[in-house]
Each structure stands twice: as C-alpha cells, then as structure tokens.
C-alpha cells in the first residue's frame, strides 16, 4: 500500500520560510517522479513542482521557481519543498503526489497523493 505522509505546514509570516516534508512508502522511491500541489482556500488545486527520478526540477511558475527549491533523499524516500520569501499568496494545503512519469505530476494524473498539510502566511 502506497502512503505518502506530508509534514512542515503551519502558520508563517509574510517574508517567512517554511519546509515541506513529504515521506513515502510502498513504492520503488528512487524510480518515482514526485512533486507538490497547493488549493488556495476557495480555488482549484495547482501544481507548484515536481523532481524526476533523476532529480531535475520541473516549477509551476516563474513566483514559485524563484523562490521554492524541491528535492529528494532516496536514501530517506522523502521529498522536501523549501518555500523561501513567503507571500499571504501561498497560503494553501499543499499535497505531494508520485507517479512514474513528472508528467503526471504536472498534469494531476498522479496515482498517488498525500492527504495534504495546511500552509497559512499572515500579512
């Protein structure tokens, strides 16, 4: 059984930074594309980034690129998203999602999806 377990949300100032974890189990980690959507509150669910197997990065704009860097440890079968310079903007439930393919991370065909942490960013 495939879970993906996210960790890191909270309540941040503007400005602020924060760390997303996302831990997996019940895949072959190290062959998975892995990545990151957020739902602003009242809005549908967007994709922010994704790592591919081989650890390039794929961003969901130009905002998130320059200031969020996604990474992976196969060795701990987690992803991290560092979310730096903080906007009230961000504030979302961010998922993470696997699949064998970035595509599908990018497109929200993934297969697999945590049940989300809670990011808020007061102003």
């Known amino acids: 059984q495939v879970q993906l377990v996210e960790t890191g949300g909270g309540v941040v100032q503007a400005g602020g930074s924060l760390r997303l974890s996302c831990a997996a189990s019940g895949l072959p980690f190290a062959s998975y594309a892995m990545g990151w959507h957020r739902q602003p509150p009242g809005k549908e669910r967007e994709f922010v980034a994704a790592v591919t197997w081989r650890g390039d990065a794929v961003y969901g704009t130009d905002s998130v690129q320059e200031r969020f860097t996604i990474s992976r440890d196969n060795a701990k079968s987690t992803i991290y998203l560092q979310m730096n310079s903080l906007k009230p903007e961000d504030t979302a439930v961010y998922y993470c999602?696997?699949?064998?393919?970035?595509?599908?991370?990018?497109?929200?065909?993934?297969?697999?999806w945590g049940q989300g942490t809670q990011v808020t960013v007061s102003s």
């Open positions: 999602a696997a699949s064998v393919a970035v595509r599908d991370i990018v497109s929200e065909t993934a297969p697999y």
